[in-house]
């Protein structure tokens, strides 16, 4: 580990832990960003055949050209403070080298279908017998048995495999998803958690243990109200938008701006008077339509043109400030760039510089939102570089020069995707130009100065 | 009983509502000893419900009981000098202190970190709330909706032209008792190894922010703004939830769902064989991601003929079988039915008055310490046995 030991920034609760990260894409990434953030030493893989998917998604200016495997942002952002291999499991001398890796490990994090660990000979049962307390967890979209375990799963599929989707909606329409795969990085969380429970076990005990984690599964309490509800009235909760039971008038308004959008939520007389008050319709806290939850409830319709004619005559933060400062609930909606500016998450330290190779200094965003008064669970070093750090792994290991030679003859470790397709086909940085996103309203603006404006350029 | 991974371990925990006993839960669960402190009126989810045919009983919320199984409850009230003064011989003994109060709130309670941090070093005081300990916005208040709009996921949640939709449920208070629960862990690691207590500190909008995908990513690496565009990615169509003959599904094309440019011709894709008509290969909405994006409509009224007449179920299990993956769109009630998560025995009960309540259970399985829900508490339960300790 370069950096993140005991230092500068305290001292971090994993330094010196050891972690085999072997998942992929969103959900195990996170989770073991975590891990390394809180310090620990965590060794990534990826196959030259089969690289990450997400060294695809999102490359960095659209451009697609130059080594667009070291250029996608979105692997960039969840693979900061990690080490990397680059490494064929096909062959048995690349699972040798996991299973020495294993050896002197705390922890093993893999995200494959489940049948694959055993096929490579590296499930729970095989890993224990060369490190008896390991710690193994397995992030999968829904577990490790049960009738559907082998069913392929995608982040995009679980949010509504989780039941979250079918209360997600428009009054009167039909179910819809967060705009991202909003549980993936919600169960990659929960495992962090997980792993942390199980190594507070094995300090007490000296025991490890295999965690077996099902996103469907961890997802499921988010939407859980609506799940006793339904065996408590019998009645299915509707999608209905921002609007609550526990809270009216409780909703998303329109701003002045091109798609600007703030948030409301009232939840006592108290605070409607308030709302009232800074609205400059002290009247509205007498009036019998709005004089109780249930009152307002009714009078929702209403009471939202009331309020909207207020929302839209001004800025979202204005809105928000003005809200908050009078006592009530509210909050700008902010787009991808709107966060990057944002004067709490500023002050916060949401995003942390890092220089990034090919790519220079770029804001990469936290994946643990804790702040402890000695450690900070930040991003320290850049995204490993395909197979970066190959030899220091193997020479920590023990291998000589020779043998790491002939394991990158045999083509067991490289530094290069033997990639089935020509870069050119690959490179789909987006599918289209910018113009035509634009255009179609898919995207809002693209800054050609947006380094400026971070304060970022070279 | 098996042994459980935190026992021994002490919590005392004041917060309310969902973030807070949340993460109690998860360490309660788990074996820790959580003593869970409420106002003489109760924890505010007891008035929440959902209340067993709706009628409002503070021992009977479906939301209370499911978040504060294996606690024990004990009713103090912080306002005065002698419920302070039981606080502070609970904290003696305690390991962990966990508050929902804004940092103000604290300081008018003389119970900041600074203050209890002098009384008792070793211990961990860990605080949630909505927009942190500190920070510009650290006086305002909020809840799982503000957080949501906080982390720019909501902004790309819907439809173009009409409100951005917030995700169903809780999903701020969630994300931030599961941040809160991290943090009191690694104070926990932290301190076994090095000594002496700490100060955890989350925001949930901090939380919700941790969980975007790639919004602020696009801004950082390409100075690119994503609008509201139908809840889709920006790297692929579909992705979609759509509408099947008896509800609904998600289409996921997945890697392979589509011919690659460079498979031979006579190469049949999986979407065609789903769909039941090999021709759909040559149609350019099957061949270019791209344009398939852009003209989505045209997508939908090619594909619609076969989704209107089949139903989810063999729709979903055909595509799996194709190596699709799609994935079911269940209600409340089809998950309580749904027979993977009973043959996983993902459901736990707990005892309610209108008979057993099945509330959601661990998120995840141990081998040697299964985590498993005890009993939620009666309000104010543990008093005589807390205060004849103390």
Redo the contacts between chains.
């Keep these: 580990m370069s950096e993140g030991r005991p230092g500068t920034s305290g001292?971090?609760?994993?330094a010196g832990l050891r972690v085999v990260d072997l998942a992929q894409v969103?959900a195990g990434p996170a989770c073991t960003r975590?891990l390394a953030d809180?310090g620990a030493d965590v060794v990534r893989f990826e196959s030259a055949r089969r690289l990450d998917?997400t060294r695809n998604?999102?490359?960095?200016?659209?451009d697609g050209k130059d080594h667009h495997w070291h250029r996608a942002?979105?692997f960039?952002?969840r693979n900061v403070n990690k080490r990397e291999m680059c490494l064929d499991l096909g062959q048995e001398a690349g699972r040798d080298v996991i299973r020495k890796l294993v050896a002197r490990a705390d922890v093993v994090v893999e995200s494959f279908t489940p049948r694959v660990m055993a096929n490579f000979g590296l499930d729970?049962e095989r890993l224990k017998e060369i490190k008896p307390d390991i710690i193994m967890?397995s992030l999968s979209g829904?577990?490790q048995?049960?009738?559907?375990r082998d069913?392929?799963?995608?982040g995009?599929?679980?949010?509504?495999?989780s039941?979250?989707?079918?209360?997600?909606?428009?009054p009167g329409e039909?179910?819809?998803?967060?705009?991202?795969?909003?549980t993936?990085?919600?169960?990659g969380?929960?495992?962090?958690?997980?792993i942390?429970?199980?190594?507070?076990?094995r300090?007490?005990?000296g025991?490890?243990?295999?965690?077996?984690?099902?996103e469907?599964?961890?997802a499921?309490?988010?939407?859980?109200?609506?799940?006793?509800?339904?065996?408590?009235?019998g009645r299915?909760?509707e999608?209905k938008?921002?609007r609550?039971?526990?809270?009216a008038p409780?909703?998303?308004?329109?701003c002045a701006g091109d798609?600007r959008?703030?948030?409301i939520?009232v939840t006592s007389e108290d605070e409607f008077a308030r709302m009232a008050g800074a609205m400059g319709h002290p009247e509205w806290a007498q009036d019998q339509r709005f004089a109780t939850q249930a009152a307002r409830q009714q009078h929702h319709d209403e009471l939202d043109e009331l309020i909207t004619a207020w929302t839209s005559q001004r800025d979202h933060y204005d809105v928000f400030h003005t809200l908050?400062r009078a006592?009530?609930?509210?909050?700008?909606?902010?787009?991808?760039?709107?966060?990057?500016f944002?004067?709490?998450?500023k002050?916060?330290g949401?995003?942390d510089i890092i220089d990034q190779p090919l790519?220079g200094k770029?804001?990469?965003?936290?994946?643990?939102?804790?702040?402890?008064?000695?450690?900070e669970?930040k991003g320290r070093t850049h995204a490993p570089l395909l197979g970066e750090h190959n030899d220091e792994v193997l020479r920590e290991l023990g291998y000589s020069d020779e043998e790491m030679a002939s394991l990158r003859e045999q083509g067991v470790i490289a530094n290069e995707p033997a990639l089935?397709?020509p870069p050119a086909?690959v490179a789909?940085a987006?599918?289209?130009p910018?113009e035509?996103?634009l255009e179609?309203?898919?995207?809002?603006?693209?800054?050609?100065?947006?380094?400026e404006q971070?304060g970022?350029a070279e | 009983m098996p042994?459980r991974?935190?026992?021994?371990?002490r919590v005392v925990d004041c917060s309310q509502g969902i973030a807070g006993p949340?993460a109690t839960k998860?360490l309660a669960d788990?074996g820790a000893l959580v003593t869970k402190v409420e106002p003489p009126e109760g924890d505010y989810t007891r008035r929440?419900?959902?209340?067993?045919?709706?009628t409002p009983d503070p021992e009977q919320s479906?939301?209370f009981?499911?978040l504060n199984t294996s606690k024990r409850s004990v009713t103090l009230d912080l306002a005065t000098d002698a419920g302070r003064g039981v606080l502070r011989r609970l904290l003696a003994d305690a390991d962990v202190f966990v508050t929902g109060e804004r940092t103000s709130q604290l300081q008018r309670l003389g119970i900041t970190?600074e203050v209890l941090a002098a009384e008792f070093p070793d211990l961990i005081v860990a605080q949630v709330t909505?927009?942190?300990?500190?920070?510009?916005?650290a006086?305002?208040?909020?809840?799982s909706?503000?957080?949501m709009?906080?982390?720019?996921?909501?902004?790309?949640?819907?439809?173009?032209d009409?409100?951005?939709?917030?995700?169903?449920?809780?999903?701020g208070e969630?994300?931030?008792g599961?941040?809160?629960?991290?943090?009191i862990?690694?104070?926990?690691?932290?301190r076994?190894?090095?000594g002496?207590g700490?100060?955890?500190?989350?925001?949930m909008?901090?939380?919700a922010?941790?969980?975007?995908?790639?919004?602020?990513?696009?801004?950082?690496?390409?100075?690119?703004?994503?609008?509201?565009?139908?809840?889709?990615?920006?790297?692929g169509y579909p992705?979609?939830?759509m509408?099947a003959q008896d509800g609904?599904v998600?289409v996921?094309p997945?890697?392979n769902g589509f011919k690659?440019?460079?498979q031979p011709p006579d190469v049949i894709s999986p979407m065609a064989l789903l769909l039941e008509n090999i021709e759909l290969d040559q149609d350019v909405l099957f061949q270019?991601?791209?344009e398939r994006?852009?003209r989505w409509q045209d997508f939908e009224a090619l594909v619609e003929p076969y989704f209107s007449t089949h139903g989810a179920r063999e729709i979903v299990e055909t595509a799996?079988a194709l190596?699709?993956?799609?994935?079911?769109?269940?209600?409340?009630?089809?998950?309580?039915a749904d027979?993977?998560?009973q043959?996983?025995r993902?459901w736990e009960k707990v005892p309610a008055k209108?008979g057993e309540?099945?509330?959601?259970?661990?998120?995840?399985?141990?081998?040697?310490?299964q985590p498993q829900a005890g009993l939620p508490p009666r309000l104010g339960e543990a008093n005589d046995e807390v205060l004849s300790h103390v």
């Design positions: 001292q971090l609760p994993l969103f975590i809180l998917v998604l999102i490359l960095t200016d659209n942002s979105y960039v952002i729970y967890c829904y577990g048995h049960g009738p559907m069913y392929g799963a995608y995009m599929g679980l949010e509504p495999a039941g979250i989707s079918s209360i997600t909606g428009y039909g179910p819809m998803r967060s705009g991202l795969s909003f993936d990085p919600y169960s969380f929960v495992g962090a958690g997980a942390l429970t199980a190594l507070a076990y300090r007490r005990t025991k490890g243990q295999y965690i077996d984690l099902s469907q599964e961890a499921i309490p988010i939407m859980g109200a609506a799940l006793l509800a339904y065996q408590m009235t299915l909760p999608r938008s921002a609550s039971d526990w809270a409780q909703g998303c308004y329109r798609d959008w703030a948030v939520s908050q006592g009530v609930k509210a909050a700008p909606v902010l787009d991808g760039k709107e966060v990057l944002d004067p709490h998450f002050a916060r949401q995003f790519l770029r804001p990469v965003q936290r994946h643990l939102a804790a702040k402890s008064r000695r450690w669970a089935p397709v086909l789909m987006l599918k289209l910018y035509r996103y179609h309203g898919i995207l809002q603006a693209v800054d050609a100065d947006y380094r971070l970022i | 042994e991974a935190l026992e021994g371990l949340y998860l788990n929440l419900g959902p209340f067993p045919g709706g479906g939301l009981l499911h970190y909505p927009f942190g300990a500190s920070g510009p916005y006086d305002y208040d909020g809840n909706l503000t957080a709009a906080m982390s720019s996921i909501m902004y790309n949640t819907g439809a173009p009409r409100e951005p939709l917030v995700t169903g449920g809780e999903p969630y994300l931030a599961v941040h809160l629960w991290i943090g862990l690694a104070a926990l690691e932290a076994a190894r090095y002496g700490d100060h955890i500190d989350v925001a909008c901090d939380a922010a941790c969980a975007d995908e790639y919004n602020a990513a696009m801004y950082g690496f390409q100075g690119a703004v994503r609008r509201r565009y139908y809840s889709r990615h920006i790297f992705n979609d939830i509408k609904y998600v996921i997945g890697a690659s440019p460079l270019q991601m791209g994006m852009i799996q190596r699709l993956p799609f994935a079911f769109v269940p209600t409340a009630a089809d998950l309580l027979e993977h998560l043959a996983r993902f209108s309540l099945t509330v959601p259970g661990q998120p995840f399985k141990m081998s040697e310490t």
